[in-house]
Each structure stands twice: as C-alpha cells, then as structure tokens.
C-alpha cells in the first residue's frame, strides 16, 4: 500500500516505513531496507524497529 501512495513521487523522495514488534524486516521485490532503528517503546519498555525502504535503484546511488 505505501509503495502504491508514492508512485507518483520522484524515486529519490519514495520510502515506506514499516514498525515492528518482533518480526524480521520483510522483503518486498524492488525495495530495499535503507535505515534499521531499534528502539524502547516508552510505555512499556518492550524493544521495536523502524525501518525505512526505499526503491532499490536509489540505494547505489
């Protein structure tokens, strides 16, 4: 869905967030995992991920 809401958006400004509880990143053909952010949920002190994707073609660049 994220990656369908930035389709009209120049490749280098296109990423999609996804938050994590426990999982692994997915993967997702032509996105690639650009950021991996780990951190403390305040609340409850559990540990979470951000991580960012971006197009695979603005990686190497």
Known sequence: M??????SEPAERREIWVLLARDEPPTHAGWAPAL??????P????DRRAVRYVPEATTSA
Request: aromatic fraction near 12%; hydrophobic fraction near 50%; glycine fraction near 12%.
């Open 2 to 7: 994220g990656a369908a809401l930035t389709a």
């Open 36 to 41: 991996d952010l780990r951190y403390r949920w």
């Open 43 to 46: 609340l409850t002190g559990a």
